[in-house]
């Protein structure tokens, strides 16, 4: 079983970065892949990335193609999600999540595991 823990949402002004991270508990943080959605109030959680667990393979969700890259230090046990050029419709709480093998899905039902989420808002 993993518990994973979001760190790094805040306040950010449009066209700004900002980065958060995912620190997972467990030994086997290398075997899973690992995801990253988002939920603003009002809307369906909403994938956003997710990376094979030996990084060699990503996907991204369509809003953020080309603005965010996901990454991972399994030495580290930590996912990343840096995140630039943010826009208004960024603001989200972003959620990470694991899936205990090593497909690459886009949807929330293939993901076991889940951080309690941090909260990013963008300013226009």
């Known amino acids: 079983q993993v518990q994973l823990v979001e760190f790094g949402g805040g306040l950010v002004q449009a066209g700004g970065p900002l980065r958060l991270s995912c620190a997972a508990s467990?030994?086997?943080?290398?075997?899973?892949?690992m995801g990253w959605f988002r939920q603003a109030p009002g809307k369906e959680r909403e994938f956003v990335a997710a990376?094979?667990?030996?990084?060699?393979?990503?996907a991204y969700g369509d809003p953020v193609k080309g603005r965010f890259t996901i990454s991972r230090d399994n030495a580290k046990n930590t996912a990343y999600l840096q995140m630039n050029s943010l826009k208004a419709e960024d603001t989200a709480v972003y959620y990470c999540?694991?899936?205990?093998?090593?497909?690459?899905?886009?949807?929330?039902?293939?993901?076991?595991?889940w951080g309690q989420g941090t909260q990013v808002t963008v300013s226009s």
């Open positions: 467990g030994r086997t943080f290398s075997l899973y892949v």
């Open positions: 990376m094979s667990a030996g990084g060699g393979r990503t």
């Open positions: 999540a694991g899936r205990p093998d090593n497909v690459v899905v886009v949807h929330t039902s293939g993901y076991d595991y």
